[in-house]
């Protein structure tokens, strides 16, 4: 063990990547000019002075700024993965060495591990969680209800975490106040759109190198993220599909000019899968049942819960990795189906998730929610 990993708590893979991650720090927060304003502003205010701030995010190189940003403001930051899959583990180490963060994340940690950390952040007794993805709240109010007392609030990332916490509120179980930094119109109009339109692509191409014209490209949800991989994938040349249960939604991406149609119909005809809608199941065993031989199946929401893997399992004679990031599944009658990522989010399983410029906005309302959370305290 390093001494920096003896000074700092940490749980990360090699302190020895740090180099590398804080070249690629540096290389982030070159576009990310909104969330440097935040940053001088909180060096010379400290608005988060000896605020513990519990954070459960993908560990890239744009969180490591947020995390940066936060420390400048007097905040104590801790900070754990929002999915085994998304942490950059040369930045997890410059984080530890460079800023003296706590981290808890390794790529590839198995579920065990994940909650293991989830924990490892807790123990630090967070006044204020910020969540993407909702899991450190989920865990708070069913394992570590002892913690409530001291919370002042959190905050929210991603769209399938605020459904998660609104549920929450209408079953009204949610013990303290959200700021759903993802309703910000700087953060799902930008962000969700733009961000996950050009990473999601990103993430498939890095994954099999496969060409997107005159490709049928099946894009399932018509949410802002949806809307996003549609209009980068046709600006690539392919001949996208969309599905989407809500009728609104399912109009615009007739006048956006896409083919709607039910998965039932997709399924025959599509080469390139993803799943973009927050929900479960949304492409099952029926729909792998029909699926041409080659087609490959991914998914870019939050949760790896869209594709039923466990239905394919149940048709599939044999399983390979053929290359990296891409499992083959050969079916009873000799046809191959391809799951990107083991179904985790695309874009941070295969990419590096969302380019800089756009996690500054994201961010930039991040690091304004804690300081709004720490002001207001008291009338929340
Ligand atoms: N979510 C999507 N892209 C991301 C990124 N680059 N960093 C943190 N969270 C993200």
């Known amino acids: 063990m390093s001494s920096v990993t003896e000074k ?22 070159n576009s990310m000019p909104v969330l440097n304003l935040i940053k001088e502003r909180f060096e010379k205010e400290k608005p988060l002075r000896g605020i513990t701030l519990g954070t459960c995010l993908h560990v890239t190189t744009e969180t490591a700024n947020l995390a940066i940003t936060l420390k400048a403001g007097g905040a104590n930051v801790y900070l754990c993965a929002s999915n085994p899959l998304s942490t950059q ?11 003296q963060i706590p981290v808890f994340a390794i790529c590839g940690e198995d579920n065990e591990t994940y909650y293991k950390h989830l924990n490892s952040v807790l123990d630090a007794k967070p006044q204020i969680t910020m969540d993407d993805g909702a ?34 509120e209408q079953d009204k179980v949610l013990k303290f106040p959200i700021v759903a930094v993802n309703d910000a119109d700087t953060k799902h109009f930008f962000d969700n759109r733009y961000g996950t339109g050009q990473s999601t692509l990103d993430g498939i191409i890095r994954a099999t190198n496969l060409l997107l014209a005159g490709t049928t490209v099946v894009v399932v949800g018509y949410g802002w993220c949806g809307r996003g991989v549609a209009q980068k994938a046709e600006g690539m040349g392919a001949n996208v599909i969309v599905t989407e249960v809500d009728p609104l939604k399912g109009l615009e991406a007739v006048m956006d000019g896409f083919r709607v149609m039910p998965m039932a119909e997709a399924a025959k005809i599509g080469r390139i899968f993803v799943t973009l809608t927050g929900n479960i199941h949304v492409i099952r065993k029926e729909h792998f049942e029909v699926m041409k031989d080659g087609a490959v199946v991914a998914n870019s929401g939050h949760f790896n819960v869209e594709l039923d893997i466990d239905g394919l399992e149940s048709i599939a004679r044999s399983k390979r990795q053929v290359r990296k990031f891409v499992d083959e599944y050969t079916l009873a009658d000799g046809r191959k189906i391809n799951i990107l990522g083991e179904g985790r989010l695309i874009n941070l399983a295969a990419a590096e998730g969302h380019p800089a410029s756009v996690m500054d906005m994201s961010f930039a309302n991040q690091a304004l929610a804690a300081e709004y959370m720490v002001r207001e305290s008291k009338n929340l």
Do not use: F, Y
């Not at 940490?10 to 720090?25: E, F, Q, S, T």
């Not at 583990?89 to 800023?99: E, G, M, P, T």
């Not at 709240?137 to 913690?147: A, E, F, M, P, W």
């Open 89 to 99: 583990d040369d930045v997890a180490a410059s984080l530890v060495r460079d800023h």
């Open 135 to 168: 899991d450190l709240v989920s865990v708070i109010h069913s394992k570590r209800t002892d913690l409530l007392e001291d919370i002042i609030g959190g905050t929210e990332e991603t769209t399938t975490g605020v459904i998660r916490l609104r549920a929450m």
């Open 8 to 29: 700092v708590d940490c749980d990360i893979k090699d302190i020895g990547l740090a180099d590398k991650g804080k070249l690629r720090i540096e290389w982030a927060n």
